[in-house]
């Protein structure tokens, strides 16, 4: 199943709503776990789009497991993301607005091993010292968690 | 293109309650159950926003401040009248800032009505999901 694949066949480059979920792993430093992606070459938080009539949850645990070999457990869901800041263009062309379902993941089974694919680095970062520059997502869902553990 | 294939579709959905306490409920035309303010979100536009456009859309009223409760997934597959087919994904709002009396557009929605919550009609899906938060 490849829900964005398939859509993509059928419409091209055009703009679309995505909807998917981003997982904030936090490490009992609260240090979040980034992935160096694939597609933009920059670092950014782990997750993905959700497949064709996929619970959000369902798909947190489908992209942590693909993306890290990491199970999350009682994932906590602290906002969603949405609006024309979303925005972003691929260097394949694709375009495409967000909405995504924001999990808090302090407990997980595994350890983080990068699949290769989609990401090929996976580190913790201090909150105060992350990566530049993350995709607006992330930079929104990031700033709204370091609110909160103020 | 897409056709009447099913997509993801993304939208939002307000629990409104009045001074008395009672949650409003729409009809939607053709429908037996009573349901939200509710409908799917433009390209590229914040959940509540979209909120605020169909409110005014379906019943006329004017939504100020919104606080998130949940965001649903898809129970299952929705199909409309035309035969187009989707999985929605709502966000739950609660309404904390609203003016104006209800009005259905008498297009898509044939009742818009203020109901006291000892004493609800048949709900829908996010009818009950509001029932749920206010109980």
């Given at each position: 199943m490849n829900y964005v694949r398939d859509l993509r066949a059928l419409i091209g480059h055009a703009p679309v709503n995505w909807v998917g979920v981003c997982a904030l792993v936090l490490n009992a430093a609260n240090e979040v776990l980034l992935q160096r992606r694939t597609d933009t070459g920059g670092w950014g938080t782990l997750g993905g789009i959700a497949e064709l009539g996929e619970e959000l949850p369902e798909t947190l645990r489908r992209e942590l497991w693909e993306e890290a070999r990491l199970t999350p457990i009682d994932p906590q869901f602290l906002t969603v993301i949405s609006g024309p800041q979303t925005y972003q263009k691929l260097p394949n062309g694709d375009e495409f607005y967000q909405v995504v379902a924001v999990y808090v993941v302090r407990e997980w089974d595994g350890e983080p091993v990068p699949?290769?694919?989609?990401?090929?680095e996976l580190r913790f970062f201090a909150l105060d010292d992350l990566p530049a520059p993350l995709g607006p997502v992330d930079g929104e869902a990031l700033e709204l968690l370091w609110l909160g553990l103020q | 293109m897409v056709g009447t294939r099913p997509v993801n579709f993304v939208g939002a959905a307000g629990v409104i309650v009045n001074g008395n306490g009672e949650l409003l409920l729409l009809r939607r035309v053709g429908a037996d159950s009573w349901g939200l303010v509710t409908g799917i979100s433009e390209l590229g536009e914040a959940l509540a926003d979209t909120l605020r456009r169909e409110a005014s859309e379906e019943t006329g009223l004017s939504i100020g401040a919104v606080e998130l409760l949940e965001m649903l997934s898809p129970e299952q597959l929705a199909q409309v009248a035309n035969g187009d087919q989707f999985y929605s994904y709502t966000a739950l709002f609660r309404v904390t800032e609203w003016s104006g009396t209800p009005v259905p557009?008498?297009?898509?929605?044939?009742e818009a009505r203020f109901f006291s919550l000892g004493d609800l009609p048949p709900l829908n899906r996010l009818g009950r999901k509001a029932q749920e938060w206010l109980a």
């Open positions: 699949d290769g694919e989609e990401g090929t | 557009d008498g297009v898509e929605i044939a």
